[in-house]
């Protein structure tokens, strides 16, 4: 291999090399911190209220929170959350209520997932009635994403 060839070679391996080393880890995520479904967001219903936190801490996504129902109607609050990964193309779904009505209670939750193959994580507000959606918020509101 003569001296001009084995530059070219060197050269290319160099650029290679920094490719790789300034190119993103695979699954970097950006949690939004603190959440809450509310009136600015689609994924916001009236009798139902969601707030949060999102972080990453020891290679897991975290998610925490609660869910209160806010009106006396007769139907209680959900929330559920849809997570995506980067290496499947099913999500995981969360489902989480609270039934008591009117401001009495909080049903409190965390879930966590990982960060190497976590996308996006979404919420969205919703009424249940006997254990089913009654209603749902018209949109999600991504509280995670690369």
């Not at 609660?66 to 006396?72: C, G, K, L, M």
């Not at 007769?74 to 969360?94: M, P, Q």
């Not at 909080?106 to 006997?130: A, H, R």
Request: charged letters at 15%; proline letters at 3%.
């Amino acid at each position: 291999m003569g001296s001009w060839t084995r530059r070219v070679v060197a050269v290319a391996v160099v650029a290679i090399s920094a490719i790789a080393v300034t190119a993103a880890p695979a699954g970097a995520v950006t949690p939004v911190g603190a959440w809450k479904g509310n009136t600015y967001w689609a994924s916001d219903i009236v009798g139902a209220h969601a707030q949060g936190d999102s972080y990453v801490s020891g290679g897991r996504v975290y998610v925490t929170g609660y869910i209160r129902d806010t009106a006396s109607d007769g139907h209680g609050a959900c929330l559920k959350i849809k997570t995506w990964y980067n290496d499947s193309v099913f999500t995981r779904d969360e489902f989480v209520s609270d039934t008591d009505g009117n401001n009495s209670s909080y049903k409190y939750f965390s879930f966590n997932y990982p960060v190497g193959t976590t996308e996006y994580i979404d919420i969205q507000e919703c009424l249940t009635e006997s254990g089913s959606i009654w209603d749902e918020a018209p949109g999600w509101q991504a509280i995670v994403s690369p």
